[in-house]
């Protein structure tokens, strides 16, 4: 089956699916929930259970009833029944109230071991057992088993990127940025498959404190650890990149009135940089579309900007300030980041596109409770046609992920070409989400 025919099956049998796999009726073999379970780290994860870095929930099983064991639980008869649907040495164990299973229409006594069932539920990972929602004997005919090991089938090979279908179906269509660019969602995002060993790997390295940076819905920022590489430059991104040193490199060398020595720190490379990030995060959080240039220099509040930054390096004055603001608004200006319109103003709806743009993938991949997402610099680029350095594109989506209070820890791994951000959902996520 081709990747296009497999797209359009997945479809049919998700199209009433309102967050990617987590609201639908996954059917799966207990072969197929063991490897499930190593990929999830449920237990880690406060319960929830993943495939292919999709979260899932209700899970349907085929098989034939090996057994069943009674159970006494708080003031209710259960019954655990065991299933076995061949795909593996172990057996599936099924919780259920003796008085549900009534309702089913099911008599333990009369020749149920032996059975042929369906059974549909929300997997316990901490009691490794299936809390049955539907349990029902099979018809004599294998018009049922076979769509369910067919439905099993197109699980396997379901693509590890999100495909269209899954985007569309989280309520986030493929309507047209605020810049006017159009947005097609499947380039932003794939999720690649989690490997348990080389996720801890990554984690004793040396210079994780280099690659990682740790953090959680705290608003409150850490500065203390950098989060980009300092090789991750336009070099990395491809032949055909924008130059993104036009963005940070200045287009000339200013004079520096004043006290001369406080704006030496900033002219290394590295302190610059850092400077100019944190100039960009205040200019990305003016609410208004467009503005002076005064205006700009009052709403940054850029005294405190680098009060922090310069700290211990001497006296500030306004026109030193001025200075420094102005030489990277010109660069900013380059780059095609803000725009002079033809009043004399400075449009900031590059920055107000991006900002959405950030924000509506980070909701997407909270609302399909993806386990981590990959953004690729050279996507981000061409989709806003700005020239900024890849840890602005980061710093970007920082303050998006610090922004939407969705109760999600997370961490940031960069790499040549792109950054990972990976979700650890809390107890009381999976509580609301449920």
Same mark, same amino acid.
């Given at each position: 089956?081709e990747?296009g ?13 309102s967050?990617?796999?987590?609201h ?33 929930r209700?899970?349907?099983? $085929?098989?034939?009833?090996?057994g $069943? ?5 708080? !003031?209710?008869d ?19 109230? $003796? ?14 071991? !032996? ?13 490794n ?34 495909t ?6 989280? !309520?986030? !269509? ?26 801890? &790997? ?10 990682? &940076?740790?953090?959680?819905p705290?608003?409150?920022?850490? &500065?203390s ?23 940070i ?13 406080f ?26 579309? &467009? ?6 220099a ?9 009060k922090?930054?310069?700290d ?20 900013l ?9 033809a009043?004399?103003r ?16 980070i909701?997407?991949?909270l ?7 990959t ?12 020239a900024?350095?890849a ?14 209070d ?29």
């Open positions: 089956m990747h025919e497999l797209v359009s099956e997945y479809r049919c049998y998700s199209e009433r699916v967050r990617g796999l987590y639908a009726e996954v059917c799966m073999t207990v072969r197929m929930l063991h490897s499930c379970l190593d990929q999830s780290h449920a237990r880690v994860l406060g319960g929830k259970l993943y495939w292919k870095n999709r979260a899932i209700r899970l349907k099983f $085929v098989g034939t009833v090996i $069943v064991k009674y159970m006494w639980l708080k !003031g209710d259960y019954a655990v029944i065991h299933l076995d649907d061949s795909s593996d040495s172990s057996i599936l164990k099924c919780k259920c109230e $003796v008085n549900q299973l009534n309702s089913f229409g099911i008599n333990i006594n009369a020749g149920f071991i !032996g059975s042929r069932v369906e059974v549909c539920g929300v997997y316990n990972t901490e009691f057992e299936l809390e049955v929602g539907f349990i029902g004997v099979l018809p004599s005919t294998l018009f049922s088993e076979i769509e369910h090991w067919r439905k099993c089938c197109l699980l396997l090979r379901m693509p590890d990127d999100l269209d279908e899954e985007l569309k179906a989280s !309520g986030i !269509g493929d309507d047209e940025m605020q810049d006017g660019r159009d947005s097609p969602l499947d380039e932003y995002f794939s999720t690649p498959p989690q490997n348990k060993a080389q996720f801890i &790997e990554k984690l004793v390295l040396r210079d994780v404190k280099d690659k990682l &940076e740790i953090t959680s705290d608003p409150v920022r850490n &500065e650890i950098s989060v980009v590489d300092d090789t991750c430059d336009n070099t990395t991104l491809g032949s055909n990149t924008i130059d993104l040193r036009t963005a490199e200045p287009i000339t060398q200013p004079e520096v009135s004043g006290n001369d020595n704006y030496k720190p900033a002219t290394g490379s590295t302190s610059k940089r850092k400077l100019y990030r944190k100039l960009f995060i205040a200019i990305y959080l003016i609410p208004e579309e &467009e503005c002076t240039i005064n205006d700009l009052r709403d940054i509040g850029i005294t405190s900007v680098l922090g930054f310069l211990g390096q001497g006296h500030i004055s306004n026109d030193d300030m001025q200075i420094i603001l102005q030489e990277y608004l010109s660069q200006i380059t780059g095609d980041v803000l725009v002079i319109t009043r004399n400075v449009s900031l709806k590059k920055l107000h596109a991006l900002k959405a743009y950030t924000q509506k993938r909701n997407l991949l609302k399909i409770q993806a386990l981590l997402g953004v690729r610099y050279q996507d981000v680029l061409q989709s806003t046609s700005m900024i350095p840890e602005t594109i980061i710093d970007a989506f920082k303050e998006s992920l610090r922004t939407i969705a109760g999600v820890a997370w961490f940031i791994e960069t790499h040549q070409h792109s950054f990972t951000i990976h979700f650890t959902y809390s107890q009381s996520t999976q509580t609301c989400n449920n």
